[in-house]
Protein backbone atom coordinates (compact mmCIF):
# COMPACT_ATOMS: atom_id res chain seq x y z
CA UNK A 1 0.00 0.00 0.00
CA UNK A 2 3.04 2.31 0.74
CA UNK A 3 4.48 1.80 -2.57
CA UNK A 4 1.18 2.41 -3.99
CA UNK A 5 0.60 5.93 -2.37
CA UNK A 6 4.39 7.02 -3.01
CA UNK A 7 3.55 6.63 -6.69
CA UNK A 8 0.28 8.30 -7.01
CA UNK A 9 2.27 10.75 -5.17
CA UNK A 10 4.77 11.11 -7.67
CA UNK A 11 3.13 11.69 -10.29
CA UNK A 12 0.20 14.03 -8.76
CA UNK A 13 3.58 16.07 -8.20
CA UNK A 14 5.08 15.48 -11.86
CA UNK A 15 1.32 17.14 -13.01
CA UNK A 16 1.94 20.05 -10.61
CA UNK A 17 5.57 20.55 -11.68
CA UNK A 18 4.67 19.74 -15.49
CA UNK A 19 2.06 22.69 -14.87
CA UNK A 20 4.29 24.82 -13.19
CA UNK A 21 6.89 24.30 -16.31
CA UNK A 22 4.65 25.09 -18.37
CA UNK A 23 3.62 28.11 -16.42
CA UNK A 24 7.39 29.73 -16.60
CA UNK A 25 7.85 27.92 -20.38
CA UNK A 26 10.53 25.85 -19.11
CA UNK A 27 11.10 22.08 -20.54
CA UNK A 28 9.14 19.93 -18.15
CA UNK A 29 11.96 17.35 -17.70
CA UNK A 30 13.91 20.10 -16.10
CA UNK A 31 11.16 19.95 -12.86
CA UNK A 32 11.12 16.02 -13.46
CA UNK A 33 15.25 15.87 -12.84
CA UNK A 34 14.87 18.63 -10.01
CA UNK A 35 12.25 16.05 -8.06
CA UNK A 36 14.84 13.20 -8.68
CA UNK A 37 17.35 15.13 -6.93
CA UNK A 38 14.87 15.47 -4.10
CA UNK A 39 14.25 12.09 -3.61
CA UNK A 40 17.86 11.24 -3.35
CA UNK A 41 18.29 13.57 -0.57
CA UNK A 42 14.91 12.13 1.47
CA UNK A 43 15.96 9.88 4.17
CA UNK A 44 12.36 8.46 4.42
CA UNK A 45 11.86 7.90 0.44
CA UNK A 46 11.01 3.92 -0.46
CA UNK A 47 14.15 1.83 -1.88
CA UNK A 48 12.86 0.25 -5.26
CA UNK A 49 14.36 -1.99 -7.43
CA UNK A 50 14.01 -2.58 -11.28
CA UNK A 51 16.08 -5.22 -12.90
CA UNK A 52 18.52 -2.93 -15.11
CA UNK A 53 17.92 -5.01 -18.51
CA UNK A 54 13.95 -4.17 -18.34
CA UNK A 55 15.48 -0.58 -17.95
CA UNK A 56 16.04 0.23 -21.85
CA UNK A 57 12.93 -1.63 -23.12
CA UNK A 58 10.52 -0.03 -20.28
CA UNK A 59 11.55 3.63 -21.05
CA UNK A 60 13.24 3.55 -24.11
CA UNK A 61 10.95 1.61 -26.75
CA UNK A 62 7.75 3.25 -26.58
CA UNK A 63 9.40 6.96 -26.15
CA UNK A 64 11.52 5.69 -28.90
CA UNK A 65 8.56 4.21 -31.50
CA UNK A 66 6.35 7.85 -30.46
CA UNK A 67 9.03 9.74 -31.51
CA UNK A 68 9.41 7.42 -34.46
CA UNK A 69 5.94 7.59 -35.72
CA UNK A 70 5.43 11.14 -36.52
CA UNK A 71 9.31 11.14 -37.96
CA UNK A 72 8.93 12.49 -42.00
CA UNK A 73 10.94 10.88 -44.09
CA UNK A 74 10.93 13.51 -46.36
CA UNK A 75 12.44 16.18 -44.18
CA UNK A 76 15.08 13.64 -43.34
CA UNK A 77 16.24 13.13 -46.49
CA UNK A 78 15.69 17.28 -46.73
CA UNK A 79 18.05 17.51 -44.17
CA UNK A 80 20.72 14.52 -44.25
CA UNK A 81 23.94 15.79 -44.23
CA UNK A 82 23.38 18.46 -41.19
CA UNK A 83 21.31 15.16 -39.23
CA UNK A 84 23.70 12.32 -40.61
CA UNK A 85 26.91 14.36 -39.12
CA UNK A 86 24.94 15.16 -35.55
CA UNK A 87 24.38 11.47 -35.64
CA UNK A 88 27.57 9.81 -36.06
CA UNK A 89 30.25 12.55 -35.69
CA UNK A 90 28.57 14.83 -33.24
CA UNK A 91 28.05 11.53 -31.28
CA UNK A 92 31.58 10.40 -31.84
CA UNK A 93 33.03 13.04 -30.92
CA UNK A 94 31.27 13.54 -27.73
CA UNK A 95 32.10 9.81 -26.71
CA UNK A 96 35.14 10.07 -27.26
CA UNK A 97 36.05 13.12 -25.67
CA UNK A 98 34.15 11.72 -22.62
CA UNK A 99 36.20 8.97 -22.17
CA UNK A 100 39.17 10.84 -22.89
CA UNK A 101 38.96 13.14 -19.56
CA UNK A 102 36.96 10.04 -17.98
CA UNK A 103 40.31 8.12 -18.44
CA UNK A 104 42.13 10.59 -17.33
CA UNK A 105 40.26 11.62 -14.25
CA UNK A 106 39.99 7.99 -13.06
CA UNK A 107 43.38 6.17 -14.60
CA UNK A 108 42.34 2.68 -13.15
CA UNK A 109 39.14 3.07 -15.03
CA UNK A 110 39.31 0.63 -18.15
CA UNK A 111 38.64 2.40 -21.85
CA UNK A 112 35.95 0.33 -22.34
CA UNK A 113 33.97 1.35 -18.91
CA UNK A 114 34.95 4.90 -20.10
CA UNK A 115 33.73 4.48 -23.50
CA UNK A 116 30.67 3.05 -21.89
CA UNK A 117 30.24 6.35 -20.00
CA UNK A 118 30.65 8.47 -23.18
CA UNK A 119 27.58 6.38 -25.09
CA UNK A 120 25.56 7.15 -21.94
CA UNK A 121 25.88 10.91 -21.97
CA UNK A 122 26.36 11.06 -25.65
CA UNK A 123 22.73 11.22 -27.26
CA UNK A 124 20.35 14.72 -26.65
CA UNK A 125 16.77 13.80 -25.65
CA UNK A 126 14.04 15.23 -27.75
CA UNK A 127 11.10 16.00 -25.22
CA UNK A 128 13.43 19.29 -23.68
CA UNK A 129 14.40 20.50 -27.11
CA UNK A 130 10.93 20.01 -28.34
CA UNK A 131 9.26 20.86 -25.28
CA UNK A 132 11.06 25.01 -25.75
CA UNK A 133 11.08 24.82 -29.44
CA UNK A 134 7.14 24.52 -29.63
CA UNK A 135 6.91 27.67 -27.68
CA UNK A 136 9.29 29.89 -29.51
CA UNK A 137 9.44 31.07 -33.19
CA UNK A 138 12.00 28.62 -34.73
CA UNK A 139 12.98 28.13 -38.19
CA UNK A 140 11.21 25.13 -39.61
CA UNK A 141 14.58 23.54 -40.49
CA UNK A 142 16.25 23.44 -37.67
CA UNK A 143 13.09 21.53 -35.86
CA UNK A 144 13.69 19.38 -38.27
CA UNK A 145 17.88 18.96 -37.96
CA UNK A 146 16.83 18.76 -34.09
CA UNK A 147 14.08 16.48 -33.96
CA UNK A 148 15.72 14.07 -36.82
CA UNK A 149 19.16 13.61 -34.71
CA UNK A 150 17.03 12.65 -31.57
CA UNK A 151 15.54 10.31 -33.36
CA UNK A 152 18.66 9.14 -34.69
CA UNK A 153 21.49 9.76 -32.43
CA UNK A 154 20.11 7.04 -29.56
CA UNK A 155 21.15 4.20 -32.41
CA UNK A 156 24.17 5.23 -33.02
CA UNK A 157 24.83 6.18 -28.71
CA UNK A 158 23.72 2.62 -27.60
CA UNK A 159 25.19 1.04 -30.78
CA UNK A 160 28.72 2.07 -29.14
CA UNK A 161 27.24 1.59 -25.42
CA UNK A 162 26.26 -1.88 -26.68
CA UNK A 163 30.11 -2.73 -27.86
CA UNK A 164 31.87 -1.34 -24.74
CA UNK A 165 29.74 -3.12 -22.21
CA UNK A 166 30.17 -5.90 -24.30
CA UNK A 167 34.24 -5.81 -24.22
CA UNK A 168 34.15 -5.06 -20.32
CA UNK A 169 31.85 -8.65 -20.02
CA UNK A 170 34.53 -10.37 -22.42
CA UNK A 171 37.74 -9.13 -21.44
CA UNK A 172 39.84 -10.69 -24.22
CA UNK A 173 37.56 -9.97 -27.28
CA UNK A 174 38.90 -6.89 -29.24
CA UNK A 175 36.88 -4.58 -30.91
CA UNK A 176 37.25 -6.17 -34.36
CA UNK A 177 35.74 -8.94 -33.18
CA UNK A 178 32.42 -7.02 -32.81
CA UNK A 179 32.75 -5.49 -36.52
CA UNK A 180 31.17 -8.20 -38.10
CA UNK A 181 28.21 -8.72 -35.92
CA UNK A 182 27.39 -4.96 -35.62
CA UNK A 183 27.07 -4.58 -39.24
CA UNK A 184 25.06 -7.78 -39.21
CA UNK A 185 22.74 -6.06 -36.38
CA UNK A 186 22.85 -2.69 -38.32
CA UNK A 187 20.93 -4.42 -41.53
CA UNK A 188 19.20 -7.19 -39.94
CA UNK A 189 17.27 -4.26 -37.56
CA UNK A 190 16.22 -2.24 -40.55
CA UNK A 191 14.92 -5.45 -42.11
CA UNK A 192 13.82 -6.91 -38.99
CA UNK A 193 11.71 -3.67 -38.22
CA UNK A 194 10.09 -3.60 -41.61
CA UNK A 195 9.03 -7.48 -41.24
CA UNK A 196 7.41 -6.94 -38.16
CA UNK A 197 5.21 -4.45 -38.94
CA UNK A 198 4.00 -6.02 -42.04
CA UNK A 199 3.61 -8.95 -39.65
CA UNK A 200 2.06 -7.17 -37.16
CA UNK A 201 -0.69 -4.65 -39.40
CA UNK A 202 -1.84 -8.47 -40.80
CA UNK A 203 -2.65 -9.92 -37.22
CA UNK A 204 -3.86 -6.67 -35.98
CA UNK A 205 -6.05 -5.61 -38.58
CA UNK A 206 -9.17 -6.77 -37.54
CA UNK A 207 -9.10 -5.14 -34.00
CA UNK A 208 -10.86 -1.59 -34.12
CA UNK A 209 -12.09 -1.42 -30.41
CA UNK A 210 -10.19 1.23 -28.83
CA UNK A 211 -9.07 -0.59 -25.59
CA UNK A 212 -7.64 -3.55 -27.05
CA UNK A 213 -6.01 -1.76 -30.06
CA UNK A 214 -4.27 0.36 -27.68
CA UNK A 215 -2.96 -2.46 -25.56
CA UNK A 216 -2.11 -4.49 -28.71
CA UNK A 217 0.29 -1.18 -29.95
CA UNK A 218 2.32 -1.23 -26.98
CA UNK A 219 2.20 -5.05 -26.45
CA UNK A 220 3.81 -5.12 -30.19
CA UNK A 221 6.26 -2.47 -28.99
CA UNK A 222 7.78 -4.47 -26.41
CA UNK A 223 7.66 -7.99 -28.13
CA UNK A 224 9.22 -6.37 -31.12
CA UNK A 225 11.96 -4.57 -29.09
CA UNK A 226 12.53 -8.09 -27.14
CA UNK A 227 12.94 -10.36 -29.98
CA UNK A 228 15.22 -8.05 -31.44
CA UNK A 229 17.33 -8.15 -28.15
CA UNK A 230 16.87 -11.94 -28.10
CA UNK A 231 18.10 -12.15 -32.11
CA UNK A 232 21.43 -10.16 -31.17
CA UNK A 233 19.66 -6.54 -33.54
CA UNK A 234 19.58 -3.20 -32.39
CA UNK A 235 16.15 -2.83 -30.58
CA UNK A 236 16.54 1.00 -31.11
CA UNK A 237 17.25 0.67 -34.75
CA UNK A 238 14.37 -2.48 -34.83
CA UNK A 239 11.69 0.18 -33.35
CA UNK A 240 12.62 3.20 -35.29
CA UNK A 241 11.94 0.80 -38.84
CA UNK A 242 9.05 -0.97 -37.53
CA UNK A 243 7.37 2.44 -36.31
CA UNK A 244 8.11 4.31 -39.49
CA UNK A 245 6.56 1.59 -41.61
CA UNK A 246 3.70 1.43 -39.50
CA UNK A 247 3.00 5.13 -39.90
CA UNK A 248 3.12 4.75 -43.51
CA UNK A 249 -0.24 3.07 -43.72
CA UNK A 250 -1.86 3.24 -40.28
CA UNK A 251 -3.36 6.53 -41.29
CA UNK A 252 -5.67 5.13 -44.13
CA UNK A 253 -7.07 1.81 -41.97
CA UNK A 254 -6.97 4.00 -38.59
CA UNK A 255 -10.77 5.36 -37.57
CA UNK A 256 -10.36 8.62 -36.53
CA UNK A 257 -11.91 7.22 -32.73
CA UNK A 258 -9.25 5.03 -32.47
CA UNK A 259 -6.52 7.39 -33.67
CA UNK A 260 -7.51 10.18 -31.20
CA UNK A 261 -7.84 7.93 -28.22
CA UNK A 262 -4.05 6.33 -29.24
CA UNK A 263 -2.77 9.81 -29.19
CA UNK A 264 -3.81 10.50 -26.14
CA UNK A 265 -2.91 7.29 -24.13
CA UNK A 266 0.58 7.62 -25.93
CA UNK A 267 0.89 10.92 -24.76
CA UNK A 268 0.04 9.83 -21.58
CA UNK A 269 2.51 7.24 -21.61
CA UNK A 270 5.29 9.08 -22.33
CA UNK A 271 4.70 11.13 -19.73
CA UNK A 272 4.18 8.71 -17.20
CA UNK A 273 7.84 7.08 -18.18
CA UNK A 274 9.64 10.13 -18.03
CA UNK A 275 8.17 10.74 -14.58
CA UNK A 276 9.52 7.08 -14.00
CA UNK A 277 12.75 7.11 -14.77
CA UNK A 278 13.60 10.64 -13.06
CA UNK A 279 12.26 9.12 -9.75
CA UNK A 280 13.76 5.41 -10.17
CA UNK A 281 16.80 7.15 -10.86
CA UNK A 282 16.77 9.55 -8.08
CA UNK A 283 15.59 6.83 -6.01
CA UNK A 284 18.62 4.28 -7.05
CA UNK A 285 21.34 7.28 -6.18
CA UNK A 286 19.81 7.81 -3.10
CA UNK A 287 21.34 4.66 -1.24
CA UNK A 288 24.69 5.34 -3.35
CA UNK A 289 25.04 9.10 -1.84
CA UNK A 290 24.29 8.23 1.71
CA UNK A 291 26.50 5.35 1.69
CA UNK A 292 29.32 7.73 0.38
CA UNK A 293 32.09 9.76 2.54
CA UNK A 294 32.01 13.16 2.14
CA UNK A 295 35.83 13.23 0.60
CA UNK A 296 34.67 10.42 -1.74
CA UNK A 297 31.13 12.10 -2.60
CA UNK A 298 33.42 15.31 -3.41
CA UNK A 299 35.51 12.95 -5.76
CA UNK A 300 31.91 12.34 -7.54
CA UNK A 301 30.98 15.29 -7.78
CA UNK A 302 34.12 17.01 -9.41
CA UNK A 303 33.91 14.13 -11.75
CA UNK A 304 30.20 14.82 -12.97
CA UNK A 305 30.92 18.15 -13.37
CA UNK A 306 34.13 17.63 -15.53
CA UNK A 307 31.89 15.46 -17.69
CA UNK A 308 28.79 17.78 -17.83
CA UNK A 309 31.40 20.75 -19.17
CA UNK A 310 32.70 18.06 -21.69
CA UNK A 311 29.49 16.82 -22.80
CA UNK A 312 28.76 20.71 -23.48
CA UNK A 313 31.93 21.93 -24.75
CA UNK A 314 32.12 19.08 -27.22
CA UNK A 315 28.92 19.56 -29.05
CA UNK A 316 29.61 23.47 -29.34
CA UNK A 317 33.30 22.44 -30.63
CA UNK A 318 32.09 20.40 -33.26
CA UNK A 319 28.74 21.96 -34.58
CA UNK A 320 30.35 26.04 -35.04
CA UNK A 321 33.64 24.53 -36.57
CA UNK A 322 30.91 22.31 -38.80
CA UNK A 323 29.25 25.51 -39.94
CA UNK A 324 32.01 27.39 -40.51
CA UNK A 325 33.48 25.08 -42.38
CA UNK A 326 30.47 24.71 -44.85
CA UNK A 327 30.00 28.87 -44.77
CA UNK A 328 33.55 29.03 -46.40
CA UNK A 329 33.11 26.32 -48.77
CA UNK A 330 29.76 27.84 -49.33
CA UNK A 331 31.53 31.30 -50.19
CA UNK A 332 33.90 29.62 -52.72
CA UNK A 333 31.48 27.95 -54.16
CA UNK A 334 32.88 24.76 -53.57
CA UNK A 335 29.34 23.26 -52.47
CA UNK A 336 26.88 21.00 -54.53
CA UNK A 337 24.09 23.11 -54.86
CA UNK A 338 21.27 20.30 -53.09
CA UNK A 339 23.61 21.18 -50.13
CA UNK A 340 23.94 25.20 -49.98
CA UNK A 341 20.41 25.14 -48.72
CA UNK A 342 22.15 22.80 -45.78
CA UNK A 343 24.62 25.47 -44.61
CA UNK A 344 23.65 26.77 -41.13
CA UNK A 345 24.27 30.57 -40.75
CA UNK A 346 26.43 31.26 -37.37
CA UNK A 347 23.29 32.18 -35.12
CA UNK A 348 20.97 28.75 -36.53
CA UNK A 349 24.47 27.24 -35.08
CA UNK A 350 24.99 28.16 -32.24
CA UNK A 351 20.86 26.97 -31.46
CA UNK A 352 22.04 23.53 -32.35
CA UNK A 353 25.30 23.42 -30.62
CA UNK A 354 23.34 25.03 -27.57
CA UNK A 355 20.23 22.23 -27.79
CA UNK A 356 22.22 19.31 -26.02
CA UNK A 357 19.45 18.63 -23.13
CA UNK A 358 20.21 14.76 -22.20
CA UNK A 359 17.27 12.87 -20.69
CA UNK A 360 15.12 9.86 -20.27
CA UNK A 361 18.04 7.61 -22.91
CA UNK A 362 20.85 8.76 -20.91
CA UNK A 363 19.04 7.84 -17.75
CA UNK A 364 17.45 4.54 -18.84
CA UNK A 365 21.29 3.64 -20.26
CA UNK A 366 23.00 4.11 -17.35
CA UNK A 367 19.96 2.22 -15.07
CA UNK A 368 20.55 -0.90 -17.42
CA UNK A 369 24.31 -1.42 -17.09
CA UNK A 370 24.47 -5.17 -15.18
CA UNK A 371 24.92 -4.78 -11.29
CA UNK A 372 28.61 -6.37 -11.77
CA UNK A 373 29.82 -3.92 -14.01
CA UNK A 374 32.79 -1.58 -12.82
CA UNK A 375 32.35 2.11 -11.60
CA UNK A 376 28.52 1.20 -12.29
CA UNK A 377 27.40 3.91 -9.15
CA UNK A 378 29.94 6.29 -10.59
CA UNK A 379 28.96 6.70 -13.92
CA UNK A 380 24.93 6.50 -12.59
CA UNK A 381 25.69 9.63 -10.44
CA UNK A 382 27.61 10.99 -13.30
CA UNK A 383 24.77 10.07 -15.54
CA UNK A 384 21.73 12.00 -13.76
CA UNK A 385 24.29 14.85 -13.18
CA UNK A 386 24.60 15.44 -16.61
CA UNK A 387 21.08 14.90 -16.85
CA UNK A 388 19.98 17.53 -14.54
CA UNK A 389 23.01 19.76 -15.18
CA UNK A 390 22.37 19.85 -19.26
CA UNK A 391 18.59 20.56 -18.24
CA UNK A 392 19.32 23.56 -15.88
CA UNK A 393 21.64 24.92 -17.79
CA UNK A 394 20.91 25.01 -21.69
CA UNK A 395 17.32 23.93 -20.52
CA UNK A 396 16.19 27.07 -18.68
CA UNK A 397 18.56 29.53 -21.22
CA UNK A 398 17.81 28.45 -24.78
CA UNK A 399 13.99 30.26 -24.56
CA UNK A 400 15.78 33.35 -23.86
CA UNK A 401 18.61 32.94 -26.06
CA UNK A 402 16.07 31.76 -28.91
CA UNK A 403 14.22 35.05 -28.53
CA UNK A 404 17.55 37.22 -28.54
CA UNK A 405 17.91 36.09 -31.57
CA UNK A 406 15.07 37.37 -33.29
CA UNK A 407 14.81 33.93 -35.51
CA UNK A 408 12.56 34.77 -38.86
CA UNK A 409 10.59 31.87 -40.62
CA UNK A 410 8.07 31.87 -43.29
CA UNK A 411 5.53 29.17 -41.94
CA UNK A 412 6.36 26.15 -44.27
CA UNK A 413 3.69 24.16 -42.30
CA UNK A 414 1.11 26.25 -42.63
CA UNK A 415 1.44 27.09 -45.85
CA UNK A 416 1.23 23.53 -46.61
CA UNK A 417 -1.17 22.76 -44.36
CA UNK A 418 -3.47 25.51 -46.06
CA UNK A 419 -2.84 23.81 -49.44
CA UNK A 420 -3.43 20.78 -48.50
CA UNK A 421 -6.90 22.24 -46.64
CA UNK A 422 -8.05 23.35 -50.68
CA UNK A 423 -6.75 19.93 -52.30
CA UNK A 424 -8.71 17.82 -49.52
CA UNK A 425 -12.00 20.26 -49.90
CA UNK A 426 -12.08 20.17 -53.73
CA UNK A 427 -12.34 16.67 -53.45
CA UNK A 428 -15.64 16.73 -50.84
CA UNK A 429 -17.05 18.71 -53.45
CA UNK A 430 -16.27 16.78 -56.25
CA UNK A 431 -17.32 13.68 -53.96
CA UNK A 432 -20.53 14.94 -54.07
CA UNK A 433 -20.93 17.13 -57.15
CA UNK A 434 -23.01 14.60 -58.92
CA UNK A 435 -25.88 14.54 -56.56
CA UNK A 436 -28.67 16.50 -57.47
CA UNK A 437 -30.24 16.28 -53.55
CA UNK A 438 -31.34 19.43 -51.77
CA UNK A 439 -29.05 18.48 -49.13
CA UNK A 440 -26.34 17.73 -51.23
CA UNK A 441 -26.85 21.50 -52.66
CA UNK A 442 -26.91 22.80 -48.93
CA UNK A 443 -23.89 20.90 -48.40
CA UNK A 444 -21.92 22.10 -51.62
CA UNK A 445 -22.64 25.97 -50.43
CA UNK A 446 -20.95 24.59 -47.05
CA UNK A 447 -18.17 23.31 -48.24
CA UNK A 448 -17.52 26.17 -51.07
CA UNK A 449 -17.98 29.36 -48.20
CA UNK A 450 -15.15 26.53 -46.09
CA UNK A 451 -12.97 26.64 -49.18
CA UNK A 452 -12.99 29.83 -49.53
CA UNK A 453 -11.68 30.71 -46.03
CA UNK A 454 -9.24 27.45 -46.43
CA UNK A 455 -7.74 29.74 -49.53
CA UNK A 456 -7.30 33.11 -47.65
CA UNK A 457 -6.53 32.05 -44.01
CA UNK A 458 -3.79 29.72 -43.76
CA UNK A 459 -4.85 29.27 -40.38
CA UNK A 460 -8.51 28.30 -41.32
CA UNK A 461 -10.18 25.11 -40.96
CA UNK A 462 -13.21 22.92 -40.02
CA UNK A 463 -15.50 24.49 -37.41
CA UNK A 464 -18.30 22.76 -35.67
CA UNK A 465 -21.00 24.41 -38.28
CA UNK A 466 -18.83 22.53 -41.23
CA UNK A 467 -19.03 19.23 -39.51
CA UNK A 468 -20.81 16.15 -41.36
CA UNK A 469 -23.50 14.83 -39.60
CA UNK A 470 -25.13 12.65 -42.12
CA UNK A 471 -23.98 9.65 -44.84
CA UNK A 472 -23.71 12.49 -47.32
CA UNK A 473 -21.01 14.54 -45.38
CA UNK A 474 -19.13 11.49 -44.44
CA UNK A 475 -18.76 10.43 -47.79
CA UNK A 476 -17.29 14.44 -48.45
CA UNK A 477 -15.23 13.48 -45.64
CA UNK A 478 -13.78 10.17 -46.91
CA UNK A 479 -12.93 11.82 -49.82
CA UNK A 480 -11.29 14.37 -48.57
CA UNK A 481 -9.16 12.15 -46.08
CA UNK A 482 -7.79 10.50 -49.19
CA UNK A 483 -6.91 13.18 -51.12
CA UNK A 484 -5.12 14.32 -47.88
CA UNK A 485 -3.60 10.77 -47.80
CA UNK A 486 -2.38 11.17 -51.20
CA UNK A 487 -0.94 14.66 -50.95
CA UNK A 488 1.61 12.87 -48.12
CA UNK A 489 2.34 10.04 -50.56
CA UNK A 490 3.62 12.65 -53.54
CA UNK A 491 5.31 14.73 -50.07
CA UNK A 492 3.07 17.63 -51.76
CA UNK A 493 3.17 18.25 -48.21
CA UNK A 494 4.89 17.09 -44.91
CA UNK A 495 4.14 15.17 -41.84
CA UNK A 496 3.17 18.51 -39.56
CA UNK A 497 1.21 19.51 -42.41
CA UNK A 498 -0.46 16.28 -42.71
CA UNK A 499 -1.15 15.63 -39.19
CA UNK A 500 -2.66 19.22 -38.98
CA UNK A 501 -5.05 18.95 -41.07
CA UNK A 502 -5.72 15.09 -40.47
CA UNK A 503 -6.71 15.97 -37.03
CA UNK A 504 -9.33 18.37 -38.13
CA UNK A 505 -11.04 15.95 -40.18
CA UNK A 506 -10.78 13.72 -36.99
CA UNK A 507 -12.90 15.70 -35.32
CA UNK A 508 -15.17 16.22 -38.14
CA UNK A 509 -15.42 12.40 -38.23
CA UNK A 510 -15.98 11.70 -34.65
CA UNK A 511 -19.15 14.12 -35.17
CA UNK A 512 -20.88 11.67 -37.11
CA UNK A 513 -20.68 9.04 -34.69
CA UNK A 514 -21.49 11.68 -32.20
Known sequence: MLTFEWIIGLLLAAVALSALARRIKVPYPTFLALGGVLLTLLPWAPTWALEPKLALALFVAPVLLDAAFDTSLRDLRNNWLPVSTLVVVAVGVTTAAVAVVAHWL?????????????????PPDAAAATAILRQVNLPYRIQKILEGESLLNDASALLIYRVAVGLVAAEHMKIREFVPSITIALVGSLAAGFLFAQVWMMITRRITEAPSAIITQFGGTFMVWIIAEHLGLSGILTIIAYAITISRTAPARTSARLRVSSYAVWETVVFVLNVLAFMLIGLQLRPIWSGLDDEVR???????????????????????????????????????????????TLKRGFIVSWCGMRGIVTLAAAFALPEWFPYRDLILLTAFAVVFGSLVIQGLTLRPLILALNFADDDPVGREAAHARGVVFRAALDEIDADPSEEAEILRLEYRAVLLRAENDPDGGLTSRELPSDPLRRRAIAAARQALLNLRRTEAIGDDAFHLVEEELDRAELSVEA
Open 106 to 122: RPDMPWAVAIALGAIVA
Open 298 to 344: WKYCSFAAAILAVVILARILWVMPYGALLRTLKTRNLLPAHVVDAVP
